[in-house]
């Protein structure tokens, strides 16, 4: 199974990174493009079979290793490989 863990700012948390997109985004141009949010996607693999102990073991990495929670919410997406 392929197991993809999307990791967002909360909501509230201020995004330089994504502010300085936008304002160069801006300024080539593309002014219809706007509020910018940056973020991450960390994939990975696992031979395990069973779909809900994947989720499970997934969220947990997300939660204890992959993720900031005080400012970060995750998702995890699995997929049959």
Avoid: H, S, W
Avoid at 43 to 67: G, H, I, N, S
Avoid at 71 to 80: F, L, P, R
Wanted: glycine letters at 4%; hydrophobic letters at 40%; charged letters at 35%.
């Amino acid at each position: 199974m392929k197991v993809k863990v999307i990791v967002r700012l909360k909501k509230g948390v201020l995004d330089p990174q994504g502010k300085a997109i936008e304002k160069t985004a801006v300024k080539q141009g593309f002014r219809e493009f706007n509020k910018f949010r940056l973020g991450k996607i960390i994939e990975f693999q696992t031979d395990e079979t069973d779909r809900k102990a994947v989720l499970e073991k997934a969220e947990q990495l997300a939660d204890k290793f992959l993720t900031n929670t005080v400012i970060e919410n995750y998702e995890v997406q699995i997929e049959d490989a």
